[in-house]
Antibody, heavy 119, light 105 residues
Framework: EVQLVQSGAEVKEPGESLKISCKGS????????IGWVRQMPGKGLEWMGI????????RYSPSFQGQVTISVDKSISTAYLQWSSLKASDTAMYFC????????????WGQGTMVTVSS | EIVMTQSPATLSVSPGEGATLSCRAS??????LAWYQQRPGQAPRLLIY???TRANGIPARFSGSGSGTEFTLTISSLQSEDSAVYYC???????FGQGTKVEIK
């Protein structure tokens, strides 16, 4: 079964750093892009960026460029989303997702990681 | 950046009736358009890609149409489990629409 399993919920204070993960299984991890999607409380979906594990080619939405870092460790089939200095406005659910079809639509989704930033 | 605009914001439909959801792109995305369903507390689920191709396991009552800048998701004969928020996404650049909430009366 094709699966993306994300790391657990996080509670952090403003200014702290954070790295959340998304582990793929049941498919050839290196050959499909993995993207990240933000959903702030009660709001819609926002496409943050996407990475190709094979060569770490990464694309960011202009809204998130410079605000987060997307990376991958293909040796353990895991993608990451990282912040160097969290803000309260980073409080959200974060989903990883992969397009495994012959299209860039996300057909496989992780369960989501809730990040809460509060002092 | 391509802006996706969905209408209406909310749709209230009786069981067994049909629903039509619209999505407009600020510039042509060809047919690189997907529709997702998100039920409360769940991750989104892909319904349609390529503007009109149903994803694996999606019931035939869901259908998509359109190309260029105007797209439609049609749900025929709504069932209680179709109560959800529906998002369109253009995957040339990735942006999502703001969503249409479908309520079952």
């Amino acid at each position: 079964e094709v699966q993306l399993v994300q790391s657990g919920a996080e509670v952090k204070e403003p200014g702290e750093s954070l790295k959340i993960s998304c582990k793929g299984s049941g498919y050839s991890f290196n050959t499909y892009w993995i993207g990240w999607v933000r959903q702030m409380p009660g709001k819609g979906l926002e496409w943050m960026g996407i990475i190709y594990p094979g060569d770490s080619d990464t694309r960011y939405s202009p809204s998130f460029q410079g605000q987060v870092t997307i990376s991958v460790d293909k040796s353990i089939s895991t993608a990451y989303l990282q912040w160097s200095s969290l803000k309260a406005s980073d409080t959200a659910m974060y989903f990883c997702a992969a397009p495994t079809l012959p299209a860039w639509a996300f057909d496989v989704w992780g369960q989501g990681t809730m990040v809460t930033v509060s002092s | 950046e391509i802006v996706m605009t969905q209408s209406p914001a909310t749709l209230s439909v009786s069981p067994g009736e049909g629903a039509t959801l619209s999505c407009r792109a600020s510039q042509s995305v060809n047919n690189n358009l997907a529709w997702y369903q998100q039920r409360p507390g769940q991750a989104p689920r892909l319904l349609i890609y390529g503007a009109s191709t149903r994803a694996n396991g999606i019931p035939a009552r869901f259908s998509g149409s359109g190309s260029g800048t105007e797209f439609t998701l049609t749900i025929s004969s709504l069932q209680s489990e179709d109560s959800a928020v529906y998002y369109c996404q253009q995957y040339n650049e990735g942006t999502f629409g703001q969503g249409t909430k479908v309520e079952i009366k």
